[in-house]
Every structure is written in structure tokens, then in C-alpha cells.
């Protein structure tokens, strides 16, 4: 069992939809966080956090350290939002050290 | 303010041959962070430096080595390149070991 969960795997919504993507973890982490990758492979780093909620524009994250749960929100969905989503979380590995495990990601088709 | 740059952006190499990839951080970034994304799973950890030491190593083979460098850059080697090998490999750097990670575009590998 991975140590990160997502769900949906696969996603399409049509144009204005709320889009809710799950993430959940079974390790202690110190933060987690939302990743966002385009088809040409670069890493957008959406947000980072260890409690409670995160707005950015149409963006939001939430999380529950409790229940080891996580939620990414797209109000009013675009075309542009499509990509793929992908869940880290930063736990300790080592003495002074961090390591982030990833989620497999979930595919985003927003259609017009 | 560039970001984190890596070259090259994609790579041919022979099975057996050996492969250097580097990684330019954000400036005044002092810790890098290596990882291995196969085509349709998450990004899996290999390496973290800070400082010039390495703070992390993921479940790789002997055949993974990397350093980083004075000026806070970093290479990624891999020896005796296999078809399996093949994959995008992503750096990120953050300012500490704990903070924010910004990534790079990638390097794409494919062994033939």
C-alpha cells in the first residue's frame, strides 16, 4: 500500500465545475504538499502546508492532521486547469533531514 | 529571478553508458533535492544535499550518486545505465532542509 493515496485517479469536468481531489498519507509528516504538473513535465509547487486552509484564486487546500486527509478545491474550473495533481508529504528521514513522498497524481480534463 | 534550472532538457543514452545531469538552484538556495518520475507514477525520491552533504538517500542502487557543489549546484550520476533508468528526473531546491521545495523542468532520460 502506498504510503500516499489520491483519488480520483482520473478526472474530467466540464467548464465552471468545483473540482475536489482527495489525498490521503499514513505517515507523521511535517507538511504536505499540492503539486501541480503540466504534460511537459515541470513541477509547479500550488501550496505547502500543515494545518487548517489555504486560499490561493480559485485554489484551495485544506487539511486534516487527524484524520491524515487533505482535499484540493478548483472553484469555477477552466480549460487551463487541466493537469495532472499530485499529493506530497514532507516527513523527517534522517537527522536534519526531510523527504517528500508523492502521490501517483490525478489527470485533470477540464472540457469547454 | 531565474528559477531552478536543469540541463539537459532531454537525453538519449546507450544501455551500459553513464549519464551526469545538473541541477541549478534558486539563488541563495542551500539544499537541493533529487528525484526519479516512470511515466504515469509519482516522483520518487533519490538524494537530498545541504550544504554540500548528503542529508537523504532514497531506495536506489549504488549505481545513483550525486554531489553538490560550492556555489550550491548539484549533479545527478548514474553508472551502467539500464532500460528501467528511464524516466524524468526532477530537482528542487529549497533555502533549508524543512522549507517550500521550487522544482525544475526536469531532465527527460530514455535509455535504448
Known amino acids: 500500500k502506498n504510503e500516499v493515496e489520491q483519488s480520483p485517479q482520473n478526472l474530467t469536468a466540464q467548464e465552471g465545475e468545483f473540482i475536489t481531489i482527495n489525498c490521503s498519507y499514513s505517515?507523521?509528516?511535517?507538511?504536505l504538499h499540492w503539486l501541480q504538473q503540466h504534460p511537459g513535465g515541470g513541477i509547479v509547487s500550488l501550496f505547502m502546508?500543515?494545518?487548517g486552509k489555504k486560499k490561493h484564486g480559485r485554489l484551495i487546500a485544506t487539511i486534516n492532521i487527524q484524520e491524515k486527509h487533505s482535499s484540493l478545491h478548483i472553484t469555477a474550473s477552466h480549460p487551463r486547469d487541466s493537469a495532472v495533481y499530485i499529493c506530497?508529504?514532507?516527513?523527517?528521514?534522517?537527522?536534519?533531514?526531510?523527504?517528500?513522498?508523492f502521490g501517483k497524481g490525478t489527470k485533470l480534463s477540464v472540457i469547454p | 529571478d531565474a528559477g531552478v534550472t536543469q540541463s539537459p532538457t532531454h537525453l538519449i543514452k546507450t544501455r551500459g553508458q553513464h549519464v551526469t545531469l545538473r541541477c541549478s538552484p534558486i539563488?541563495?538556495?542551500?539544499?537541493v533535492s533529487w528525484y526519479q518520475q516512470v511515466l504515469g507514477q509519482g516522483p520518487q525520491f533519490i538524494f537530498q544535499?545541504?550544504?554540500?552533504?548528503?542529508?537523504g538517500r532514497g531506495n536506489f542502487p549504488d549505481r545513483f550518486s550525486a554531489r553538490q557543489f560550492p556555489n550550491y549546484s548539484s549533479e545527478l550520476n548514474v553508472n551502467a545505465l539500464l532500460l528501467g533508468d528511464s524516466a524524468l528526473y526532477l530537482c528542487?531546491?529549497?533555502?533549508?532542509?524543512?522549507?517550500?521545495?521550487?522544482f525544475g523542468q526536469g531532465t527527460r532520460l530514455t535509455v535504448v
Open positions: 528542487a531546491s529549497s533555502l533549508y532542509l524543512s522549507l517550500e521545495a521550487f
Open positions: 505517515v507523521g509528516i511535517s507538511a
Open positions: 502546508l500543515s494545518s
Open positions: 506530497a508529504v514532507r516527513s523527517r528521514s534522517g537527522a536534519g533531514s526531510y523527504q517528500l513522498t
Open positions: 539563488s541563495g538556495h542551500k539544499s
Open positions: 544535499y545541504y550544504e554540500k552533504e548528503e542529508r
